[in-house]
């Protein structure tokens, strides 16, 4: 069974630009949640995905958006980036179906520094 | 809301001796709760969880109870390793089954030292 993989693991932008991180789900998972980890603290939901769509949201501006696709995998973009975006992605994947709800596998994250 | 609250870090243990890291949570209802593990330069790995009172989640010698009545969930291990080193995390499942947003909300972590 595959784990979740996101890309990349570390990324460099300048601020007002725009990233696009990527997340690969776990093999059975259909749901996706991203996190933001800022350093020294825990992590932060931003939103999660089922069945394409958003179906909860943290408190982040519209500028964080995602895409969930066929296949469970997702992206989560970030527009005229912050200083303060600089932080931890994490990725989450988890199921639905029963007997495997409370499983959250994450990802090694992506490391997002913007200057 | 909902909160999970945890002692502050960083705890510096010798080898073999015990462990305790406080969990304390605010949530309406009845959540789930867990521990993550964060080794240096990874995401969180799920270290043991429980889903309703007087559950006590257990892994790799660590266990945890769940206590509805103190509203917590405290981390013990009876004799910590170096491998132990890391960030830990305590965690609630907010929201309801099937679908709707079940999002987890992390404490702020505790860093565990373990010297030889």
């Known amino acids: 069974e595959t784990g979740v993989t996101q890309s990349p693991t570390h990324l460099i932008k300048t601020r007002g630009q725009q990233v696009t991180l990527r997340c690969s789900s776990q093999?059975?998972?259909?749901?996706v949640s991203w996190y933001q980890q800022a350093l020294g603290q825990g992590p932060q939901f931003i939103f999660q995905?089922?069945?394409?769509?958003?179906?909860g949201r943290g408190n982040f501006p519209p500028r964080f958006s995602g895409l969930q696709f066929p296949n469970y995998s997702s992206e989560l973009n970030v527009n005229a980036l912050e200083l303060d975006d600089s932080a931890l992605y994490l990725c989450a994947s988890s199921s639905t179906m029963t007997g495997n709800l409370y499983g959250y596998t994450f990802g090694s994250g992506t490391r997002l520094t913007v200057v | 809301g909902n909160s999970v609250t945890q002692m502050e870090g960083p705890v510096t243990l010798s080898e073999e001796a015990f462990l305790t890291i406080n969990c304390t949570y605010t949530a309406t209802g009845y959540p789930s709760l867990f521990w993550y593990v964060q080794y240096p330069g990874e995401g969180l790995q799920l270290l043991l969880k429980?889903?309703?009172?007087?559950d006590k989640g257990s892994n790799k010698g660590f266990e945890a109870t769940y206590r509805k009545e103190t509203t917590s969930f405290h981390l013990e291990k009876g004799s910590v390793q170096v491998s132990d080193s890391a960030v830990y995390f305590c965690a609630l499942r907010d929201g309801a089954y099937g679908g709707a947003t079940n999002k987890l909300i992390f404490g702020t972590g505790t860093l565990l030292a373990v010297q030889p």
């Open positions: 093999s059975g998972h259909n749901t």
């Open positions: 429980a889903t309703k009172a007087d």
């Open positions: 995905y089922y069945r394409e769509e958003e179906n």
